[in-house]
């Protein structure tokens, strides 16, 4: 099944949210248990304002609106991000939320590019993030 895209199409909206058991989980599952990530105190000490959530955990999830978009996760040829903020995670069971958005910005030789923009509260959290789709 191919997928349709044109330059300037915006994929739906997503937002995310991130709990300290997320945190925790992703620690499990990757093997980063970095401190910086469950220990306010380690955080504290490198000047961050709280637990921080893996760089790779935020970029993974943002992904999730391409791949909802495509149906199909191994259409992802290729994606990339540059952490620009971190996204600081409260000892709560609300969390944070991030909002992840994406636009179609060239369509060529059977392959979308698509940008994606993650904020928490209006502040970019992913810079220059791009995947590429395969469309047939």
């Not at 925790?24 to 637990?51: Q, T």
């Not at 620009?84 to 958005?101: I, L």
């Not at 060239?106 to 789709?133: C, F, Y």
Request: charged share 20%.
């Amino acid at each position: 099944m191919s997928i349709t895209a044109e330059v300037g199409a915006e994929l739906p909206p997503l937002t995310l949210t991130f709990t300290r058991e997320h945190l925790v989980r992703y620690a499990g599952a990757s093997g980063d248990f970095n401190p910086i990530h469950w220990s306010d105190r380690s955080a504290a000490r490198l000047g961050l304002p709280s637990v921080i959530a893996h760089g790779m955990l935020t970029m993974a999830r943002a992904l999730r609106i391409v791949t909802d978009w495509c149906g199909d996760p191994s259409r992802v040829r290729a994606y990339g991000v540059r952490f620009t903020k971190p996204v600081p995670v409260p000892d709560d069971d609300e969390g944070v939320e991030v909002t992840v958005t994406a636009s179609v910005t060239a369509v060529a030789d059977g392959v979308a590019t698509v940008a994606i923009t993650a904020t928490l509260g209006g502040v970019k959290v992913l810079g220059s993030a791009n995947a590429e789709v395969r469309l047939d």
